[in-house]
């Protein structure tokens, strides 16, 4: 049976499917866009208990939902993201006992698997901004609405899409450092670094594939760890992360790319 949350989240992103739709057709203003997006979050967090973290969740949404779009530029990424993403909040909640919520993870992976038939490199179809920004904004609801159930810890949406996470804030944040304008299209994330150092579309993909596919496994196996252990396993992914930022960071000079 389809819920309320269900019917909300699908209003909501079909909201934000129109928006971004005008704007790959023609140009919508930064503004108006965060605008849209920021209503979207305040509509969807207040459907649960509010609290003082309510404001964080917000600009949660709206993070992740312009990160996503931000990381759709290789053939394959976006849509393999959402795959192994929203199969792991689908098995989180089916382990968890929410049956509606395993299901709609489950539908989104699958729709996300079919599109990849058409958009795994060499691409024939793209997804654009009205697929990108939806599905960026339902991985954050789907991960709050998911923390706000006791299905699973704060943490877990953020590792379960820690590819995307990290790549798309260490590159901003090394961007807003130099002085540069971030809201400005750029090629420097690691991944289109990747591509542009010889790895083309398909190798990236691959690559990122496995990365996705260890995150949300790891996700899924230290959830229900004791918080030590939980902690520990954060730190490892850090470890992780700060290793592949380096390796790309010192290849990329030597590559002779700027």
Known sequence: MVGVGEIMLALLTLGLAMVSWLDDRRHVSIALRLAVQFVAAVVWVGCFELNLWSAVAVVALVWMANLYNFMDGSDGLAGGMAVFGFGAYGAAAWLGGDISLSWLGAAI????????????PPAR?????VGSVPLGFAAGALGYQGWTQALWPWWFPLLVFSPFVMDATLTLLRRGLRGERIWQAHRAHYYQRLVRMGW???KTALAEYGLMLLAALS???IAPLPPVAQLLGLFCWAGIYALLARRIDQA???????
């Open 125 to 129: 179809m793209f997804m654009g901004d």
């Open 200 to 202: 083309g579309h398909r």
């Open 109 to 120: 992976a699958a729709a996300a698997l079919g599109f990849l038939r058409f958009n795994f």
């Open 252 to 258: 990329w000079p030597a590559a002779g790319q700027q």
């Open 219 to 221: 996700a899924l196996a």
